[in-house]
């Protein structure tokens, strides 16, 4: 994900599932979120270090425990060759069959999700999974200097992808998924009002997935890498 928090706004109820099911998930977050915040007192410096801090509480709530930082500039992040090398050595350290990503794909409906750090992220994202992290003779330093082989990821979960077409139930995951994201005290103030409006929205998620009245549901569109 781009930004802390930027996990726990989309998927973090989808991950509690996974980690109660026994399933082992890693965080990497691009930047440290050092632009955020309306009321500080420190500078990017001192908000950065808030933020990592944050999202490691916020990681623990939903049972994650490994959480990594490639701690690129809060927005002015752009899908490099460099962004495409970093991300490539973590898939390639972790070696996952599943990842979930930023859409690389503007939506003209909602614009929150199409920050241009998202959108970077997900462009980046999905070119380290295809071709970078399964080609030996890309980013060749990764092999020969770092000792990491290549990694084929099968499967990629878009978040906030235009077609969805998977929605996890997270009804009984939603208390945990709010506490994450009130964990960003820096970020969120009114958690009861953003607990009320999210909740609307993912019940309009499980509606458009054909989920039973009174469900909550996260969406993504999920893609086949093989």
Not at 21 to 46: C, H, N, Q, W
Not at 75 to 89: C, K, M, N, T
Not at 121 to 142: C, F, K, M, S, T
Not at 179 to 202: C, F, K, N, T, Y
Request: contains cysteine; negative net charge; proline residues 7%.
């Amino acid at each position: 994900m781009a930004h802390p928090d930027d996990v726990d706004f989309g998927c973090a109820g989808t991950i509690a599932l996974w980690t109660d099911a026994g399933i082992e998930v890693s965080y990497l977050m691009v930047t440290d979120g050092d632009a955020g915040g309306d009321e500080r007192t420190g500078d990017g410096a001192d908000m950065a270090r808030v933020r990592r801090a944050e999202q490691r509480k916020a990681a623990e709530i939903v049972g994650v425990h490994d959480v990594r930082h490639l701690g690129y500039p809060d927005g002015r992040l752009v899908p490099s060759l460099e962004l495409r090398r970093d991300i490539a050595r973590v898939i390639r350290q972790v070696r996952p069959q599943r990842m979930i990503i930023p859409s690389p794909d503007r939506n003209w409906e909602r614009m929150a999700p199409s920050h241009p750090d998202h959108l970077a992220a997900g462009e980046a994202a999905i070119n380290a999974v295809y071709p970078d992290a399964r080609n030996p003779h890309a980013h060749p330093e990764l092999l020969a200097e770092e000792g990491l082989a290549a990694w084929t990821v099968p499967e990629v979960w878009l978040s906030n992808g235009l077609a969805p077409n998977r929605w996890p139930d997270i009804t009984g995951t939603f208390e945990r998924k709010i506490a994450a994201i009130a964990a960003h005290a820096s970020q969120v103030s009114d958690v009861e009002g953003l607990s009320g409006a999210m909740r609307d929205w993912l019940a309009a998620n499980a509606a458009r997935g054909g989920l039973p009245e009174g469900r909550l549901a996260e969406s993504y569109q999920v893609v086949s890498t093989l």
